[in-house]
């Protein structure tokens, strides 16, 4: 069984900049959330993907958006990039809609550093 | 705001000693939800609970979720240097099902 990969594990970007942040799901899964985890936070909910569409967002603005392709992998981009946007950011993928009998696995993460 | 206070934020305490932490919330869930999270990895899940009153063990660790379903504590018996970390509880949401994330309690065993 094949865990989620997340890729590139840094990246260092400047202020106004575009980054695409990749991730692989567990094998099997075909639901993938993404969450924003700033230093000293808990992990923010960013959105979900199921089946290749967005199935749900939180607060985050329209330069934060996503795709999830047949194979169940995603991708989170973001333009216009600020310094706030420095964080950790955390790919999970689950077997369904996420319900209490599927938990999330998480990524480790891709550390994005904008200057 | 944030839907889910986890506290204490910090807790640093002696190898043997034993803790509990705790997750509030006004908000009720269909289930909650704890994760541990070592540096430079993501969260672990350790443990769900879903039912009012629910109490569930997993070796020295105790997890409780509250009869309202919307609180819940973790209590740590005789903690070890290998339990040092950043524990999380998640909310699973009743209207939608999305999970939301606590800040943490980052904790620390000294040996």
């Known amino acids: 069984e094949t865990g989620v990969t997340q890729s590139p594990t840094h990246l260092i970007k400047t202020r106004g900049q575009q980054v695409t942040l990749r991730c692989s799901s567990q094998s099997g899964h075909n639901t993938v959330s993404w969450y924003q985890q700033a230093l000293g936070q808990g992990p923010q909910f960013i959105f979900q993907y199921y089946r290749e569409e967005e199935n749900g967002r939180g607060n985050f603005p329209p330069r934060f958006s996503g795709l999830q392709f047949p194979n169940y992998s995603s991708e989170l981009n973001v333009n216009a990039l600020e310094l706030d946007d420095s964080a950790l950011y955390l790919c999970a993928s689950s077997l369904m809609r996420q319900t209490y009998n599927s938990p999330l696995h998480f990524g480790n993460g891709t550390r994005l550093t904008v200057t | 705001t944030q839907l889910l206070e986890q506290s204490p934020q910090f807790l640093s305490i002696q190898e043997g000693e034993n803790l509990t932490v705790y997750c509030n919330s006004s908000s009720v869930f269909s289930s909650l939800q704890w994760y541990r999270q070592e540096p430079g990895e993501g969260p672990v899940l350790l443990v769900t609970?879903?039912?009012?009153?629910e109490v569930k063990k997993l070796k020295r660790l105790t997890f409780q979720f509250g009869d309202a379903r919307k609180d819940s504590s973790l209590h740590i018996t005789a903690a070890q240097p290998g339990d040092t970390g950043l524990y999380l509880c998640a909310g699973v949401m009743n209207r939608d099902d999305k999970i939301i994330f606590g800040k943490g309690t980052r904790l620390h065993i000294l040996p």
């Open positions: 609970v879903v039912t009012g009153g």
